[in-house]
């Protein structure tokens, strides 16, 4: 057992810490910290192209592809650094979906001409990809998606429609499951394919949140159009490649949760303490409940990284890891409301600028509209990327090996 | 030995019910939580004239149809379920405040449609309880009253405030009518189905209706916390049903989703606090109107309903999924009418720290020194 | 709208006072205050004589079977003051499986020779019949039994086993819900059976309790016999039958366990003044949260009891108070050992000597023994007459009507 | 950065299980628990002769295997699983305390399973870290040691004590042998697995092994729930396993009952609470032996593994319904385990209160006397 970073790593990370020295403003307190929404806005944009500049994105990829050909590790080291100092991994969510997941996924199981072709094009920006995998039909169920392609000739011919694509209206493109193959059973016949969303076959229309925001699109797909090439893996092998990927959804989070998560918990002390409810002993059970709990989220987050550095995949850890932080963010996000008391359902203050989870680092602890919001997204949370109760059956039938429920008329 | 509804209850909740079913259906009450003031004056005219709500927990002799708080919360439940956007609950709760004080001319007024009152008894930074900053002044033309009021139910739009005021004589209530003196400013809050304005008074023209302030105010209070109560059970009931309806109909896995027991066990947990709340709520708008152990049910009622109604607000939208959190789906304005009523009055935490003194275990010296 | 009781009652309720002040020893505080265990057993012995030598047992029954003739609001009543006074209806097991149980379902189902057969003689006290419907392999799936009785010539000869028999150690009968059609389908193929106990065919043997003590059996069949007639409702009944049954468990308690509950309840208040825990904020919310639950108790006690008294039989809302009840008991246990700490731990004081629920009233509150013992007993309260689940899978099939589970192979 | 166990930790879980099986099978439980010692001597020489447990975390100039906490915890960890009777975590805990004060022989005394040690700190109706009533007085021929100790671990069986008594100058830590003076009365506890006593000094002899008790016990405790945290991960994972065997076999409704969601996601949520206590206990035997955050650590491993077991220990007999209740079956013995050590150190609210001061948020003098 050791919890160090290895030296290479360590050396990293200075130079990561140097980078962010020369090239943040004076007195930065975190993207929470900038005045309005659109400034915070405008910043990250800026930011992410400084990130590019510096070679800070896609670090753990070969050279080949505009990476740095380092470890899976330096890239920890490089979010958490980044968290740590308030800043996110480039822009979001194009990012995430784009850099982190299709990235991460078109490295392990895309062609050398995808490669090539889209990897660079991440890295600059110029290509930005979302993900097209619930529909209207098939939330918890993902195995039952109905939009479908057919190969014409050189091209595949997409019809359906996709739901909560997160930023589908600033995307180029979208990474979808499709159904290949109806003959064969649910998740069978599914492909991995990547569309072009600027194109006359695709229509994106934002869905509004219960915050107001409009985070989330449809995107529906009338007779769409991407070249043969542009599957991922073989047809059929969609729910796999598809698996994996959203294993890196996760992987990196092991690491940059705890450090959100107890960024924000400090943000609920201090509010504890301008609200005088400090000392209040129910109220210190709950946050001590809190503090207790994010410092479990960073032993889980140990134990994920663990697992990803002996060069396993993310399995049923990632489950563990969901359940818990979403369930523990419901409840921290209640307490919060709690501490406010009815002033907090005033709203007033900047808006949450992270359209999930927590909101950024530096924001302010006394802006009942952050808390608001964010106890919105805390509600999201056990919803998206596979609701509580998906989560729990994922861990009794795979991990404790519980016997499946019997299907209708089988 | 008969408790429950009678049948006139359940005439009255049905003709209420059909009549919601066209005034605050689900456009009506977007339509109305977006115009300016908050509700519709239109549908408001009809509750008066053709149902004769705000009467109906009003003696005869003012007009009313001598009703309590069991009949009106019947009605409150059905607006509570359909989320209706109408100054029925401050105009009901100003109603109950004047039986309490004033003389009937006021109360006939309210009572008969032609002008919706308030409560105006909450400060900034304060409980509804507390000994008001706001001062009251005695002058030739009457009393004047001058301080901020906040969390006022629809105090951009009321027509008359029960104002709560420090005479030096104590805690005293007035009447303030709308109009010079008085500003209101509305609050964004997280509700966009009930209107609170700040309300500030400046030297305005008041009535004294209720000299005897610190017995009249934990009063009316708890009136208001019954009130709310029987409109969080609507709340409660309606987030039920919806997430019923949706997990008998939404397909996942070739099945119901209703028909996986963690959506069954889930809307039972509901189904028992709804059916706590209910009865809680019931009792105590019957202990209110017999004169029976009311701060302690208004207590138990305030708690266990704000607690459901948020709790089966929450589980709504957790078994709709993702269409729950979006804007065009109902699920989070009736989260968020939970969300505000649950802390409207009091905090759950508070209900309860209240019940334990009347049972036995007061709260010394040494304990108030830890909150 | 009412919560009043009649004249009548009113009066019946006055003259039980008036038998209570007559008949209990000067400086009466309850069966819980009677120094040991076994003095309590004794006393309870004796007080059930006294109730039946005052006309107090069956009070609800028709004269010509030894009752009173009045109305089920009157045996209300009666309950509610023999609660008050610290007081059990007769003796337990025996009491409520005998004359509450099989008694009432007799009225409703048993032939005119059954009635007069065992109505008096369970008054008298000279019958005592224990309940069996549980099987090894049918707990939450009662449907499943398979203890069967097949008829040979005038007599019922059954085979099989019976567990969680309540009192069979000490009773006289058993009525037993067995399998007397094979080729029915579940519930179809059962009968309610009347079988003595004191016969070659019956072995009776104690269950130990975690507690330690015996308040359970198991009862096995092995060609016991019974004469034919003894069978209540017809063959194939056993189902109907045993559900109306199940109910007059649950329609005094909607009157009973509000009192027996507050009483606890208070207990617990006065504990947490003797170990100084009753200004601690965090213990007074969870105090003041099982006061308002003790009290929505009586709420729902009173919409049964109307119910009841609407002349229909106690549906749906039996499993709200089941569950209400069972659950609202586990909570109040663990804060009873919460607010003792780990000294509460260490035995001391009298034992609960009521084996299910509360303890008597007039316990003693400062009595380790006593909360540890309510403590399991409020976990087997989750398991016993339908678990939780099952509870839980009854209101959202019955009540709010969701589909049933697929069957396998259905 | 590899946070999991190394393969040298895993052989030793694997032997240890492996011995356990025989040595602490349900029926040897089920006698050890009801003899006279609580324990069984003859198993007690295996453990320490076959498998030197006591040596596993004492440093190798006193004999000892050279491990840490994290090596005993994972025999900890084994122990609970299976249910040990034996005083093992009472003799562990005494070499931990002695490892920081005292010489090395009382050390390797107790490591090589030569005798048996236990702590003395707890003193009736006091916490355990109370400044002692016990007083320790210097005389010609060393210090005498009087008063009273509770829910001492084995305290009836232990050859050496480890006592904290008040000095003039201040509260210090004692080594006592079992003998003149000291006389042990068994308590009946809830746990019959687990043997306590109250023991009373009356002018007992008595080495002194450290003076700085203030700085000592608080250590020794951090130590003593960490370990304790082990074990309870053991008692869960053990629960959790039992409930999933249990679930996977009985039939009810014609399934599994463990294809029931109700049943699955009962489970689920234990192995989510086993999941957290698995990490926080492994992270706070980590962090005592690499000197990190170890008295943050150890209360989070306090309260959670504290409420992982009982968790677990309570849902398993809710699993397996009424035949879990009985006396035959083992699951109330775990229930009863997991019940004693949830308080027995500390309990999880204190666990927590104390994580606050070193986040930030003091309680200040007010907040004090709201205790």
Redesign the interface.
Known sequence: ??????PQVAEFRAEVRAVLAEELPDGWAGTGAIATAEETRAFVREWRRTMYRRGLLGVAWPLEYGGRGLTM?HQVALVEELTRAGLPFGEQPADSTGVKMLGNTLLRFGTEEQKRAILPALLSGEQRWCQGF?EP?A???LA?VTTRARLEGEEWVVDGQK??TSGAHTATGIFALVRTDPAAPRHRGLSFLLIPLDQPGVDVRP????T?GTD?CEVFFDAARTPAGMIVGRPGDGWTVASVLLTFERGEEAATNPIHFRAEL?RL?EL??RKGR?????I??W???A???V??MR??G??I???V??GGELGHASS?SK??WSEYHREVTELA??IQ???G???TGKEATRPLRTDDPGADPSSSRSW?NVS?NA??G???AG???I???I???R???????????? | MRFRYDPEHEDLRESVRAFLTDVASESAVRRDMESDRGWSPRSWSRLCAELELPALAVPEKYGGAGGGLVELGVVLGEAGRSLLCAPLLSTGLAIQALLLTASGDEVAELAAGRRTGTLALREPGRDWDAVPRTRAVPGSNGWRITGTKNWVLDGSSADLFVVSASTPAGTSLFLVESGGGVKAEAIETVDPTRRVARVMFDAAPATLAGADGATLIPSILDTAVILLAAEQVGVAERCLEMATEYARRRIQFGRPIGSFQAVKHKLADVLLEVEAARSAALYAAYAADRGLDVAEAAAIAGATCSDAALLAAGENIQVHGGIGMTWEHPAHLYLKRATVGRMLLRHPHDHLERLLEPAGLPRTAAGERGR
């Open positions: 057992m050791d919890l160090d970073y290895p590790l619930s039909g939330g918890s169920d039952s739901t909560w869905i509004r949140h219960a107001g989330f400090d002390f504890a303490r400090d000392q209040d002993p129910v210190r059970q946050l001590a409940r503090r207790a709990r410092e479990v032993y889980l140990y134990r990284l663990s697992d550095m002996a563990v359940l818990y409301l709690d008391g009815l002033d359902l005033a709203l608001w919105l509600r999201a056990t919803i998206y609701t509580s109760e989560q729990r059956n861990l009794a039938e991990v404790l090996g519980l016997p499946r429920e019997p299907r209708p008329g089988s």
